[in-house]
């Protein structure tokens, strides 16, 4: 069964206007929950470049809201969690059949 596509939500983490994101924007992807999280970030990064006005020299990544170190305590905000990574595992898996998630869009730290 082919499972429909659901909004997801992206906040950029810092304003962007040529050099930074604007705070005040959120974009919404519909996202299939039978993509692989490699399919759906691939997917959904050219849409947000465009969506947040990005142009071709800014790189970003994306990170799930909400993450904890539980272990090591070494971050409490976004600007400190670990990006979304590529992998086999399907959205549904990681986040359910509804995708009840929420993203940061995160300018990459050189």
Not at 8 to 13: N, R
Not at 28 to 52: R, Y
Request: proline residues 6%.
């Amino acid at each position: 069964m082919i499972l429909p596509s659901q909004p997801v939500i992206f906040k950029p983490l810092f304003n962007y206007d040529g050099s930074q994101f604007i705070v005040e924007q959120i974009h919404i992807c519909l996202v299939s929950p039978d993509w692989t999280i490699s399919q759906f970030i691939n997917t959904v990064k050219p849409l947000l470049a465009q969506g947040f006005n990005l142009d071709d020299t800014v790189l970003f990544d994306i990170v799930e809201c909400g993450q904890e170190d539980l272990i090591n305590n070494t971050y409490s905000n976004a600007e400190d969690a670990p990006k979304l990574k590529e992998s086999d595992t399907k959205v549904s898996e990681k986040w359910g059949e509804n995708v009840n998630v929420t993203f940061y869009v995160r300018p990459r730290q050189c």
